[in-house]
């Protein structure tokens, strides 16, 4: 069992910057596949961004060049650092793990507007 607990969301005008951190507890946290997705409003779940226990990164292209997801396996700790914020990525943003399944967080709030 993992239990992720996200933090680091909130309200952010255009073109600032926000860093999610997702904290797990439970289980050896660097041998798991890490990531974010997020749901905006009437909009689908999507990958926003990916880590592998080796550290080999993925990102969706909307998020290539402005979002940088990273990891600390000494804090067993995720983070997606958000830059120039846009409109369209106010979501609410979920930290998952993944080792033979998936596991997830609550969820954090981010809105974007000025």
């Known amino acids: 069992q993992v239990q992720l607990v996200e933090s680091g969301g909130g309200l952010v005008q255009p073109g600032g910057s926000l860093r999610l951190s997702c904290a797990a507890s439970g289980s050896i946290f660097s041998i798991y596949a890490m990531g974010w997705y997020r749901q905006g409003p009437g909009k689908q779940r999507e990958l926003v961004a990916s880590?592998?226990?080796?550290?080999?990164?993925n990102y969706v292209d909307s998020a290539k060049g402005r979002f940088t997801i990273s990891r600390d396996n000494a804090k067993n700790t995720v983070y997606l650092q958000m830059n120039s914020l846009k409109p369209e990525d106010t979501a609410v943003y979920y930290c998952?793990?993944?080792?033979?399944?998936?596991?997830w967080g609550q969820g954090t709030q981010v809105t974007v507007s000025s």
């Open positions: 998952y793990a993944h080792r033979f399944q998936r596991y």
């Open positions: 880590i592998t226990s080796s550290g080999i990164t």
